[in-house]
């Protein structure tokens, strides 16, 4: 029975895709919360920039408001969603309703990997929940797995495709041989891709996930500064095809590791076996794999962005944060000490290197010695010839990345060598 004491009234701080779509879904599903939680949520009042544009879902005049911060210290607001996304003004939106005593639920990826620290401890010290399972690809719950059931395992490696765009590229570029520019286009045409995609291609977005990923998963604190990026602008359909032929497909993959007190945190393309579970993760999907001392390998699998699964998983945080508030309780994300970063220099892995070279006798003994001479050992070599000009590529053993870029500089200086071409890492294998 609706009472006015079981309301909870929502304040939404945009009405975007993800805005748009929470306030549909909380209508669609108000009755169900409420026969399930005794929770009836409300919708009062939305925060958006521009109040005469068209929006996905009808929202009342009087609902609407430019004036977030009014809406982030309402009295009249129990929970705040910020879903505006961005630094500024997301995070003082946010400070401001966590000092007004609300919990908070947001969906923002970029502010929780450069500022969470602080907006974690505001939550602490209000006494109020910061709930952010949307952040972290879309609608799979990967953040409460990490923080609740798996609270008691030592995670040792969290390995995921976390970015939709560049994974429907990949998989357009790998199923039907379309190349990178026509594959980009077709996925802002879809909407996939946005009119900038650099956020995207290039591994930031991807990046601020890993170092969100880490910290959750580690228990130790990891910005977004720390993750090594690599995006996907120079991946060709040549690469793609070699890999093909050996037995592999490439995959931008986000790639979290705890190896010794220490954390290693990097994304970037790279050559994933065909017969490894990751490899069959196809257009904007989104895989996580999550490797514990005792619980072994874990995969999750889902829609990684798009309005309505983000804001699936901004409404399950939604009710937690009205049931703890109801039970005058709250969760903690913790305070963590500063992780202990491994740079990409010590990170080891195999290496698909591909190279132009002269085709004349004692080409390959000239270069393979460079590998020697760095201590990079050759797991398999392929060799296509022309006349005068070969294409040599090569799949090494495990080495060391700092190894690695050694003999690929020796070997940009090699006069035989005509054109070093662009480095994969092999994982999985
Ligand atoms: N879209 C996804 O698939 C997805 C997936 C996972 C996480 N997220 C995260 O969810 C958040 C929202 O993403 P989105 O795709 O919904 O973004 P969006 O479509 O661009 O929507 C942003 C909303 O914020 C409003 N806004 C911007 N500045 C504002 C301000 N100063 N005051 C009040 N409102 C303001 C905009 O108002 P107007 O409408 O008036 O312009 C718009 O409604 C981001 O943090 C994003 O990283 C999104």
Do not use: W
């Not at 006069?415 to 662009?422: F, L, P, Y």
């Amino acid at each position: 029975m609706t009472t006015k004491s079981n309301v909870v009234r929502v304040g939404v701080l945009g009405c975007g895709n993800v805005g748009a779509a929470l306030v549909q879904l909380v209508e669609r599903q108000r009755d169900t919360i409420e026969a399930r939680t005794g929770i009836r949520l409300e919708v009062t009042r939305v925060a958006v920039r521009n109040l005469s544009r068209q929006r996905e879902v009808a929202v009342p005049a009087t609902m609407l408001t430019r004036d977030a911060a009014s809406v982030a210290s309402d009295p009249d607001v129990d929970i705040v969603v910020e879903v505006i996304g961005g630094i500024e003004p997301a995070r003082e939106l946010i400070l401001s309703a966590l000092a007004h005593g609300k919990p908070v639920v947001t969906a923002n990826k970029e502010l929780l990997a450069n500022v969470g620290a602080e907006l974690y401890a505001a939550a602490d010290a209000a006494g109020a929940d910061l709930l952010f399972e949307a952040a972290v690809a879309g609608g799979i719950p990967l953040i409460r797995a990490l923080r609740e059931s798996l609270q008691g395992e030592p995670i040792r490696r969290v390995i995921g495709i976390v970015n939709g765009t560049t994974n429907y590229i990949l998989t357009k570029m790998s199923e039907e041989a379309t190349p990178y520019a026509a594959a980009l286009a077709e996925a802002q045409r879809l909407g996939y891709a946005e009119g900038d995609p650099t956020a995207d291609v290039e591994g930031f977005d991807a990046g601020a996930k890993a170092a969100i990923i880490s910290t959750i998963a580690f228990g130790a604190k990891v910005v977004a500064g720390d993750v090594y990026h690599e995006g996907i602008s120079h991946i060709t359909s040549e690469d793609i095809a070699a890999a093909h032929r050996l037995g592999y497909v490439v995959k931008l993959l986000a790639i979290c590791e705890h190896i010794e007190g220490e954390i290693a945190v990097r994304v970037h393309p790279a050559m994933v076996p065909r017969t490894h579970p990751l490899a069959s993760v196809r257009d904007s999907y989104n895989a996580v794999f999550v490797e514990g001392d005792a619980v072994g390998s874990l995969m999750f699998y889902g829609r990684g962005a798009g309005g309505m699964p983000t804001a699936s998983a901004v409404l399950g945080d939604l009710i937690d944060a009205a049931i703890n508030r109801r039970e005058g309780t709250h969760g903690s994300v913790g305070s963590f000490r500063k992780a202990v970063i491994r740079g990409i220099d010590e990170t080891t892995a195999e290496y698909y290197l591909p190279l132009e070279v002269i085709d004349r006798p004692g080409v390959l003994h000239a270069v393979t010695g460079v590998f020697a001479r760095h201590d990079v050992s050759i797991r398999a070599a392929e060799q296509e010839g022309s006349n005068t000009d070969a294409r040599l590529v090569f799949i090494t053993h495990e080495a060391r990345e700092a190894d690695v870029q050694a003999t690929l500089r020796e070997l940009r200086d090699l006069d035989v060598v005509r054109k070093v071409g662009g480095l994969l890492r092999v994982i999985g294998s």
